[in-house]
């Protein structure tokens, strides 16, 4: 299993205050992702990042910033979480080589409740 | 936006019987990957195909990338209630593939 670790697994929290979400990789890979998941709308990218200090947009990233100060650890971040963001949060890293396809390694996931 | 559209959405099947889950798109896709995910973890990437026409087998799995790149369909025979999941395909595009865009996914149960 690829050595990615989501913190904290569970959480339920109140409309308003502000939640982060951590990813923490042992791989080195330089990509890293934030995906929700939720019925009927499948996996959507929240934001990615492709190294140190580099991210970018994902389909929905409206209400959510990250950040990426070192290699291992990819932050998300709902500034006020509203209860349109409950979900089932998945970080996921790549090494992006390309070519014949790139494998994405996906964590165990985040349950949020936002009440 | 890319899109993916998976059918069917929802699949029960008796243990034994054969069954085929198709992506389809407009867009082309530079590889295809299909993941399967089971109840409270993530997605485990199953297979990988990225030259149209190109089948791959795994086991009692056979995954076809469409001619064009802008399909793909997943057979599995025989099923086994160890097959029970949801099944998600998702597209690579750009140079390095290292963006994905998923389908909604099929939710499939094999019943002893």
């Known amino acids: 299993d690829a050595g990615i670790t989501q913190s904290p697994r569970h959480k339920v929290t109140e409309t308003g205050t502000p939640v982060t979400l951590r990813c923490h990789q042992t791989?080195?890979?330089?990509?890293m992702y934030w995906y929700r998941q939720d019925p009927g709308h499948g996996l959507r990218l929240i934001h990615y990042?492709?190294?140190?200090?580099?991210?970018d947009k994902g389909e929905v990233s409206d209400g959510y910033s990250v950040s990426r100060s070192k290699t291992e650890d990819f932050l998300l971040t709902l500034e006020s979480a509203t209860s349109s963001q409950t979900s089932v949060y998945f970080c996921?890293?790549?090494?992006?080589?390309?070519?014949?396809?790139?494998?994405?390694?996906f964590g165990e996931g985040s349950w949020l409740t936002v009440v | 936006t890319q899109l993916l559209e998976q059918s069917p959405q929802f699949l029960s099947i008796q243990e034994g019987e054969n069954l085929t889950v198709y992506c389809n798109s407009s867009?082309?896709?530079?590889?295809l990957q299909w993941y399967r995910q089971e109840p409270g973890e993530g997605p485990v990437l199953l297979v990988t195909?990225?030259?149209?026409?190109e089948v791959k087998k795994l086991k009692r799995l056979t995954f076809q990338f469409g001619d064009a790149r802008k399909d793909s369909s997943l057979h599995i025979t025989a099923a086994q209630p160890g097959d029970t999941g949801l099944y998600l395909c998702?597209?690579?595009?750009?140079?390095?593939?290292?963006?994905?865009?998923f389908g909604k996914g099929t939710l499939l149960t094999v019943n002893p």
């Open positions: 996921a890293i790549s090494d992006g080589r390309g070519g014949s396809g790139n494998t994405i390694y």
């Open positions: 791989e080195n890979h330089r990509y």
């Open positions: 990042s492709y190294g140190v200090k580099d991210t």
């Open positions: 867009s082309v896709f530079s590889s």
């Open positions: 195909v990225v030259t149209g026409g």
């Open positions: 998702a597209g690579g595009s750009g140079g390095s593939n290292y963006k994905l865009t």
